[in-house]
């Protein structure tokens, strides 16, 4: 073997056949030894600080422990769905409701279309020719409405793999970015590179918008962010089986690939849609003709206007007519009012403030927020148009010298303390 052929580690000095490296972003190699030598030291002082087991197995403690959980509330029987076990519609938006406050529509969408979807994969063999088909679906809200939320619980109900990707990052194959099987490779993963497990989970795309199609003349340039993600999303969509990379895409070319089908994978697809409610106004009023049109136009709640949106306006919006038939069930988030977003501080299993209250009490601080605190939390959260997503980030801003200093004694967060902290905050760098 000629020295054309061979490379030298950039850690241990060694000079090895190409083959047996690993290259960085940088142009420097490691080789296979080094990167088990590091590995086996990594698990050594893993066990000496968690006990033995190391990594992986922490790894697995950790999902039996959610399964146990999911179990223990009456979701589910076993590690396997079966028609007895799989919860009803009624009972996962029950579940819903304990981590998402309003949405009663969107839950009730999803809950039916989840239930049917499973239902799906445990139907009997038979002979009757009828196939029920995949139903994605795609949740269309402002920021911070709850649309990851709920897949995310859902998932975390069902006890199913579940994986969240940006759309932002995806281009077709070929060019700078993320191919569109990146979003199976991280179905992998959190499914412990199951093949049976991958394949019933569930795939939350977020900021579907963003890859709306950029305009509907044509171009000499490709848009390859936009028409062509979508292009190639539509066979995971329907169903196909996908060549998949277990460690990621292109860095890796020598890899076995793992064959995926995406058959019965749900995915949920959701997206802002900014500037969609002037399409979807657009539409009303070109059907609104004749001598009641005004009568009918009153009746129109220009509040709410995603309520009524229809597979048209995606269309207009830039989503092509192909991938718009593989997400047959839209629904909308409707905006979060005061009421609402005070609820989310509050009612949840896992509210903002409950989880501060839990951190301070493992101090031994009781913890506790004045009303008119929390209003003005909801104010700001408001102003800034941040939605529940903003809720956070403002408590984090008012705890964090309470949480620095860790007081000696029980603690009230008030109106007064609120304003004081939320005052030296850079409203510009919270929306962003």
Do not use: W
Not at 87 to 112: C, N, R, T, W
Not at 190 to 200: G, V
Not at 366 to 378: G, K, P
């Amino acid at each position: 073997m000629s020295k054309k052929d061979r490379g030298r580690c950039s850690f241990c000095g060694r000079e090895v056949p190409f083959e047996q490296l690993f290259q960085g972003t940088d142009g420097r190699f490691i080789c296979f030894d080094c990167v088990e030598n590091a590995h086996e030291i990594i698990e050594e002082q893993y066990q000496l600080s968690n006990g033995a087991g190391g990594v992986e197995e922490d790894r697995k403690r950790k999902k039996e422990k959610e399964r146990k959980e999911a179990s223990a509330a009456g979701i589910m029987n076993s590690g396997k769905l079966d028609m007895q076990s799989l919860p009803k519609p009624m009972q996962i938006k029950e579940f819903l409701d304990q981590y998402v406050i309003g949405q009663d529509d969107a839950k009730k969408h999803l809950s039916v279309a989840v239930y049917n979807h499973y239902k799906r994969l445990l139907q009997p063999d038979t002979n009757d020719g009828v196939e029920i088909e995949k139903s994605n679906i795609i949740l269309v809200g402002s920021t911070g409405t709850g649309k990851t939320l709920m897949a995310r619980t859902i998932a975390k109900m069902l006890a199913v793999p579940f994986t969240i990707v940006d759309a932002t990052v995806l281009t077709e194959a070929g060019y700078v970015g993320e191919d569109v099987e990146s979003l199976l490779v991280r179905l992998l993963q959190e499914a412990d590179y199951d093949l049976e497990q991958t394949e019933r989970g569930i795939v939350f795309i977020d900021e579907i918008d963003k890859i709306a199609r950029k305009s509907d003349n044509p171009s000499i340039t490709r848009d390859v962010s936009g028409e062509g993600v979508q292009q190639g999303l539509l066979k995971l969509l329907e169903g196909a089986i996908v060549n998949v990379p277990p460690k990621g895409g292109r860095k890796h070319p020598e890899q076995e690939f793992i064959h995926v089908n995406t058959q019965n994978i749900l995915f949920i697809c959701g997206g802002a849609f900014d500037g969609i409610e002037k399409k979807i106004a657009q539409r009303l009023n070109t059907q609104v003709v004749g001598f009641e049109s005004q009568s009918k136009t009153k009746r129109i709640d220009k509040d709410n206007m995603l309520q009524y949106i229809a597979p048209q306006d995606l269309k207009s919006f830039g989503l092509i007519p192909e991938i718009i038939g593989r997400l047959p069930i839209i629904t909308y988030l409707e905006p979060l009012d005061r009421a609402a977003l005070k609820r989310i501080l509050t009612d949840p299993k896992n509210a903002i403030t409950k989880q501060y209250q839990k951190l301070m009490q493992m101090d031994g601080i009781e913890l506790t927020f004045e009303d008119s605190a929390l209003d003005y939390i909801v104010d700001k959260a408001i102003e800034f148009k941040l939605g529940a997503r903003g809720l956070r980030s403002l408590t984090e801003t008012i705890m964090m010298d309470t949480m620095f200093d860790i007081p000696k004694e029980n603690c009230v967060v008030t109106r007064q303390m609120a304003e004081e902290k939320l005052a030296k905050i850079d409203a510009n760098r919270l929306v962003a």
